[in-house]
């Protein structure tokens, strides 16, 4: 089992994570028509807002309570009923999603009270819109219980209870964070092409996949639509991916009896073959040519890469999830797993990563625990380290700020798999140390005649 060793120091150098309201907030963008609010003060918005902003090169809806030194003594109910009011006369939302943070959390309000008072105080006003609570104060967790959070309180809150008739053709799917826009799509395209009908919550491929509306929007625009969040309950089958999904699918199952089936990671053959013949057996269809030609392209692509990867030492840091995806695939490669970073000690999955230990810490941890090694696999602000360890850096998760398109890389499934063993072999190709003429030919410096006879070897 791996060793999971404990943050020791009192302070942060070059912070890993970020915060639950983030991941919250994050899943609150999945669906069509929302509008998530911070219930804090205007500074932790407007960090949080910075940050989707860099990351997706998009107009982020985010908005705040705005609490003030007042308001922090006094309570804030007040303010979040006014924002509230404010948000559903403005922009008319189909859902606010309402993180809370360290501000209210430390303080003690009663936040799910408080909304209960104002659902019923102004529920004329508040008609077509649903007022959804995740409890993420930003001192404890990161983005993955947020995102798990803000997605169990969506069943809680919004999905119809009880045993209903299923769709035999209806899936239900609940993507970990780490997911991009363009892995969501391709699992849509992949189950829809066994005659299947996904239902993703939350739907990030719809809202911030980069598109530009033909009108402004003032909420989001595309995602899960409330009506589908709804009726989850009439799907056949629940599929959650990634080990912090589990708590969502779990809330599913309980409220409305659909069975779920958990995907650790979708990356790498082996996976992606388990979700493959899943698909297969609840549709009652063989995989289409489509899919068998990408996993004949997949194996190819093992073969060729294999080269490239063996005798490899990988440094990750990276949420729980995401850093347990990542290092089975470059295990699979034949790649080593020399420094593992991870954000919390949460989630289950890291006595599940394949490394000696995993620590949890911050950049700074993973700069002195990654010297040596010959790629380092984390966000943008991991780049300050490999410029001082002179190696190599492959940008993956949230921010990545400094690159474009990080959305719209490809990193589950036969294709996505495949697409990451040649971004990776291609990094490794480039930062190749050319051999020097002494290592190609070891006789090289062997003594010439001439010196031979100028020796003093020579001479007696």
């Not at 007042?70 to 109910?77: D, K, W």
């Not at 993956?396 to 719209?408: A, C, K, N």
Request: charged fraction near 20%.
């Amino acid at each position: 089992m791996t060793r999971i060793l404990s943050q020791t120091k009192s302070a942060a150098v070059n912070p890993l994570k970020s915060s639950q309201p983030l991941g919250a907030a994050l899943a609150f963008l999945g669906v069509d028509g929302a509008m998530p609010l911070f219930h804090g003060s205007q500074g932790c918005t407007s960090f949080a807002l910075v940050l989707f902003v860099r990351h997706f090169k998009e107009a982020i809806p985010l908005q705040t309570t705005a609490m003030d030194e007042v308001t922090t003594i006094l309570g804030g109910a007040d303010n979040l009923e006014e924002a509230i009011l404010n948000l559903k006369a403005r922009t008319k939302p189909t859902l606010i999603g309402v993180c809370t943070t360290a501000l209210t959390e430390t303080r003690g309000e009663d936040c799910a009270g408080d909304i209960a008072n104002i659902r019923l105080k102004r529920a004329e006003e508040l008609a077509g819109t649903e007022v959804v609570l995740a409890s993420t104060p930003d001192f404890d967790g990161a983005i993955e219980e947020g995102w798990a959070k803000a997605v169990t309180a969506m069943i809680e809150r919004i999905t119809r209870s009880g045993d209903q008739a299923r769709q035999s053709k209806k899936i239900a799917i609940l993507p970990g964070w780490h997911l991009t826009v363009a892995d969501i799509e391709h699992l849509r395209d992949t189950v829809e092409s066994f005659g299947l009908k996904p239902v993703i919550l939350p739907d990030v491929s719809g809202s911030l996949d980069g598109t530009v509306p033909d009108h402004w929007v003032t909420t989001t625009y595309g995602g899960t639509s409330v009506e589908d969040i709804r009726e989850l309950g009439t799907a056949a089958q629940c599929i959650a991916i990634g080990e912090h999904m589990r708590g969502p699918a779990e809330i599913l199952r309980r409220l409305t009896g659909v069975p779920y089936v958990l995907f650790h990671s979708l990356t790498g053959l082996k996976g992606a073959d388990r979700f493959v013949s899943l698909l297969s057996e609840i549709s009652g269809a063989a995989a289409p040519a489509e899919v068998r030609r990408r996993r004949a392209q997949l194996q190819d692509a093992l073969l060729d890469g294999h080269f490239h990867f063996g005798g490899k030492r990988v440094a990750i840091a990276a949420e729980p999830d995401q850093l347990y995806q990542l290092a089975t695939f470059f295990i699979s490669m034949g790649s080593e797993i020399a420094a593992a970073v991870a954000t919390t000690d949460m989630s289950k999955i890291l006595e599940e990563v394949p490394a000696e230990s995993v620590q949890i810490g911050d950049l700074g941890d993973f700069e002195a625990l990654a010297a040596g090694a010959d790629l380092l696999v984390t966000h943008s602000h991991g780049r300050q380290a490999a410029q001082r360890l002179g190696i190599p850096l492959m940008r993956v998760g949230f921010p990545v700020f400094d690159r474009l398109g990080s959305q719209h890389k490809l990193t589950i499934l036969y294709q996505g798999t495949r697409d990451l063993i040649f971004e990776v072999a291609n990094i490794f190709q480039a930062n190749q140390l050319a051999p020097t003429p002494e290592a190609l030919d070891p006789l090289r410096k062997r003594e010439t005649p001439d010196a031979f006879h100028s020796s003093p070897l020579a001479r007696h």
